[in-house]
């Protein structure tokens, strides 16, 4: 079974950094994109970065660009959400996810990733 394990969550003051990870196991990680969603209360998931699979392209949601930092290590498995100048708003539980292998869906959707991980919660807070 797929297993995608985010870590590095907590809280921080407004204008902080914090660097979130996800651990992959059971499956060839090289041959597939990685997103990160987030998902604050009453709200929806909203797509936040993708990486494709070498990590040459990435892909940002425009309230983050230039701020967050997706890059990945295919040899340890994992990819990694690196978040910058942090705001009150970027507080949500943020999940990684699987993008489905050959799909052609956009990397915004939801329905384009079939494994989740189960989600770090991200605080910011003065």
């Known amino acids: 079974q797929v297993q995608l394990v985010e870590s590095g969550g907590g809280l921080v003051r407004p204008g902080g950094s914090l660097r979130l990870s996800c651990a992959a196991s059971?499956?060839?990680?090289?041959?597939?994109?990685m997103g990160w969603f987030r998902q604050a209360p009453g709200k929806e998931r909203e797509f936040v970065g993708f990486i494709a699979k070498s990590g040459s392209a990435t892909y940002y949601a425009d309230s983050v660009k230039g701020r967050f930092t997706i890059s990945r290590d295919n040899g340890q498995n994992t990819v990694y959400l690196q978040m910058s100048s942090l705001n009150p708003e970027d507080a949500a539980a943020y999940y990684c996810a699987r993008y489905r292998y050959g799909t052609t869906l956009t990397p915004g959707r939801r329905d384009a990733y079939d494994y989740w991980g189960q989600g770090t919660q991200v605080t910011v807070s003065s």
């Open positions: 059971r499956f060839a990680f090289s041959n597939y994109g």
